[in-house]
T-cell receptor, first 117, second 110 residues
Framework: GAGVSQSPRYKVAKRGQDVALRCDPI?????LFWYQQALGQGPEFLTY????????KSGLPSDRFFAERPEGSVSTLKIQRTQQEDSAVYLC???????????????FGPGTRLTVT | GDSVTQMEGPVTLSEEAFLTINCTYT??????LFWYVQYPGEGLQLLLK?????DKGSNKGFEATYRKETTSFHLEKGSVQVSDSAVYFC?????????FGSGTKLNVKP
């Protein structure tokens, strides 16, 4: 079956532009996570959904970042008024279970590399 | 807060050499511990995991033991291959969040 897919794979934005990054999780997966990975660093947690509910958004770095998963499947991470420090790879992961220890069997997508110029 | 520290790379080894990549963690409660691998041009893949103290995770010849007394989860492999060249991330999972180390790049030369 298909894995987690993300689009676009690469995005170049001028400073101040808004961007939208899409994640298609594995069908039937309850949990969905977004991570930000700066060059040479490990992924850092941004936000977590269980179905359509955003249960944790403590990792979003500012109010310019917004994520949604309206029907409990596809998710979109939106960044408004992009800044250079937003340049990173944005990773999406999904897991079959919802919450608790079941969430740790996460399957990662290939990521979207965002470059803000 | 919770965090993971792993040895900096790159690590360069000859084929069939012994590999150790050190990882230590700080966490409240009882986290689960993981090693993920990222091959060139690919996404993160789960390599192995351990969910409680003294558990040993193993996969593809790699092993790591969850040591609560030393808060460590070191990755080992007895004989590396060129195909093991990748970036390895140590991670912990606690309260619905993953915390990753900064990654260690492994280069294996034939």
């Amino acid at each position: 079956g298909a894995g987690v897919s993300q689009s676009p794979r690469y995005k170049v934005a001028k400073r101040g532009q808004d961007v939208a990054l899409r994640c298609d999780p594995i069908s039937g997966h309850v949990s969905l996570f977004w991570y930000q990975q700066a060059l040479g660093q490990g992924p850092e947690f941004l936000t977590y959904f269980q179905n359509e509910a955003q249960l944790d958004k403590s990792g979003l770095p500012s109010d310019r970042f917004f994520a949604e998963r309206p029907e409990g499947s596809v998710s979109t991470l939106k960044i408004q008024r992009t800044q250079q420090e937003d340049s990173a790879v944005y990773l999406c992961a999904s897991s079959l279970e919802g919450g608790g220890r079941g969430s740790y069997e996460q399957y990662f997508g290939p990521g979207t590399r965002l470059t803000v110029t | 807060g919770d965090s993971v520290t792993q040895m900096e790379g790159p690590v360069t080894l000859s084929e069939e050499a012994f590999l150790t990549i050190n990882c230590t963690y700080t966490a409240t409660g009882y986290p689960s511990l993981f090693w993920y691998v990222q091959y060139p041009g690919e996404g993160l893949q789960l390599l192995l995991k351990a969910t409680k103290a003294d558990d040993k995770g193993s996969n593809k010849g790699f092993e790591a033991t969850y040591r609560k007394e030393t808060t460590s989860f070191h990755l080992e492999k007895g004989s590396v291959q060129v195909s093991d060249s990748a970036v390895y991330f140590c991670a912990l999972y606690n309260f619905n969040k993953f915390y990753f180390g900064s990654g260690t790049k492994l280069n294996v030369k034939p």
